[in-house]
């Protein structure tokens, strides 16, 4: 059974320019122990994804759809319960923890914060809990004592965890945990997650630009462009065989490790993700695809299957009536050549 149901989310924006749609239609689902990956170019609606399933959009953003957390919609709870929900069932790490921890406050008070909220404990016994949860996130319990400014980036990466695992919370959301950190304390701070989903059972939902950070430590991705998923499936399969053409795009991005030749061949993706205001029709990505065909510009798209466990909004894809398949960038005449050899 699955811990997390995002059913046909609808995010929407209204400001001076009109409304601006940020996700548009996104279903998702995670069981616990699970991890599910959410990758795609800044501004595709990963953050306000993200922000949607616990309520923490600001005041006039219309949100639409259902968000099932243990078979309760959150976005249809009162108050008083969505505050019960928070931290203790599902939590989430914010992305720049400089900015999401108070300056003034010693880090040992803000991570038992949620601890005094939620459980009836005096001041005392949430602070011991405080200095139990940094030494498990690999902190030392004199820390507690400390103010943000105190603490290097990783570390206070590994302050937001802590908080997050405060109340044991059965969901995690982390939010591009690892912006912004060297690779080895990324490293550090990944093995970390993938420690506490495997000990706690919970599920964790990851969302990063880093598509090959996500096909390391997820057993699924979804790939997002213009508010929608564009490719799901298996993490590994994603990364190494799309079937998007802009899940390719961001794979090829990144060098082969060990291939010198690929570090001379830098592949990339031209032009910009689409003004929210202003999404073109069909398939939204049609405008930069480097394997558009006539129709993209009109057919509806959608997530048609694309193998098992795969699913991909492209007309190329072998689920979608009458495609012409897609793999890797190739055309009709190499794909018929590869299958025949």
């Not at 616990?54 to 639409?64: I, K």
Request: aromatic share 4%; with cysteine.
């Amino acid at each position: 059974m699955s811990l997390l149901e995002i059913r046909d989310l609808a995010v929407t924006y209204h400001g001076s320019r009109g409304d601006i749609p940020a996700v548009r239609g996104v279903n998702l689902a995670l069981a616990p122990g699970e991890t599910l990956g959410i990758a795609g170019e800044s501004g595709c609606g990963k953050s306000s994804l993200a922000l949607a399933m616990l309520r923490l959009l600001p005041a006039g953003t219309t949100v639409d759809g259902q968000v099932l957390v243990d078979g309760e919609n959150v976005l249809g709870m009162s108050w008083g319960k969505l505050r019960a929900v928070r931290w203790a069932g599902a939590s989430i790490v914010f992305q720049g923890a400089m900015h999401a921890l108070n300056p003034v406050h010693r880090i040992g008070r803000q991570v038992a914060e949620p601890i005094l909220v939620h459980e009836r404990v005096g001041v005392a016994a949430a602070l011991r809990r405080a200095e139990d949860l940094l030494t498990q996130v690999g902190l030392p319990a004199w820390r507690a004592r400390s103010y943000p400014h105190e603490l290097s980036g990783g570390q206070r990466q590994r302050v937001m965890i802590a908080m997050a695992l405060a109340c044991s919370p059965r969901l995690v959301i982390a939010d591009e945990a690892t912006t912004a950190l060297d690779v080895m304390i990324q490293a550090q701070v990944l093995e970390l997650l993938g420690r506490l989903v495997a000990e706690r059972d919970i599920a964790l939902l990851m969302i990063s630009h880093d598509l090959s950070v996500l096909s390391a430590h997820c057993r699924r991705l979804a790939v997002m462009y213009a508010g929608k998923v564009v490719e799901l499936g298996p993490a590994g399969s994603v990364f190494a065989d799309p079937r998007h053409p802009y899940a390719a795009a961001l794979s090829s991005a990144f060098p082969t490790v060990g291939d010198l030749a690929s570090r001379g061949r830098p592949r990339g993706l031209g032009g910009d993700p689409p003004d929210p205001t202003d999404i073109p029709g069909g398939c939204p990505f049609h405008p930069r695809c480097p394997v558009v065909l006539p129709e993209c510009s009109s057919t509806p798209v959608e997530l048609w299957p694309a193998g098992p466990e795969r699913a991909a909004a492209c007309v190329r894809v072998e689920g979608y009536p009458g495609a012409r398949v897609y793999v890797d960038g190739a055309d009709e005449a190499d794909e018929r050549s590869r299958r025949t050899r």
